[in-house]
């Protein structure tokens, strides 16, 4: 089965770091831009970050800007989501997710509707 299988989420204190993985199961992403996105309960699902198939352009949303740094192994078919200096309010499921189509970046991406596959998500909770 074709999917994709986050891990790396956990329970961390404020000022904390953790590192996300994003494997591609059967799932080829060395061609697509590929999104981190986070859920906490009662909101919407949000765009964290998005790197272009190339490594070549990364956006974040401006609440992680300086904190979280995203990346990518096409060798490994793996994108990293590293995350320093976590806080309360960055508690969440974390998903990743393959863009529908294929951008290279040409206009990158933190929509949730522009990507069709997607994880199962992985915890990540942020308390003392």
């Known amino acids: 089965q074709s999917q994709l299988v986050e891990s790396g989420g956990g329970l961390v204190q404020p000022g904390g770091s953790l590192r996300l993985s994003c494997v591609g199961s059967?799932?080829?992403?060395?061609?697509?831009?590929i999104g981190w996105f986070r859920q906490a309960p009662g909101k919407e699902r949000e765009g964290v970050s998005c790197?272009?198939?190339?490594?070549?352009?990364?956006d974040y949303v401006d609440s992680v800007k300086g904190r979280f740094t995203i990346s990518r192994d096409n060798a490994k078919n793996t994108v990293y989501l590293q995350m320093t200096n976590l806080e309360p309010e960055d508690t969440a499921i974390y998903y990743c997710?393959?863009?529908?189509?294929?951008?290279?970046?040409?206009?990158?991406?933190?929509?949730?509707?522009?990507?069709?596959?997607w994880g199962q998500g992985t915890q990540v909770t942020i308390s003392s």
């Open positions: 997710a393959r863009r529908r189509g294929t951008w290279d970046g040409f206009r990158l991406s933190l929509q949730p509707d522009d990507y069709d596959y």
């Open positions: 790197i272009a198939s190339s490594g070549g352009r990364i």
């Open positions: 059967g799932l080829t992403l060395s061609v697509y831009d």
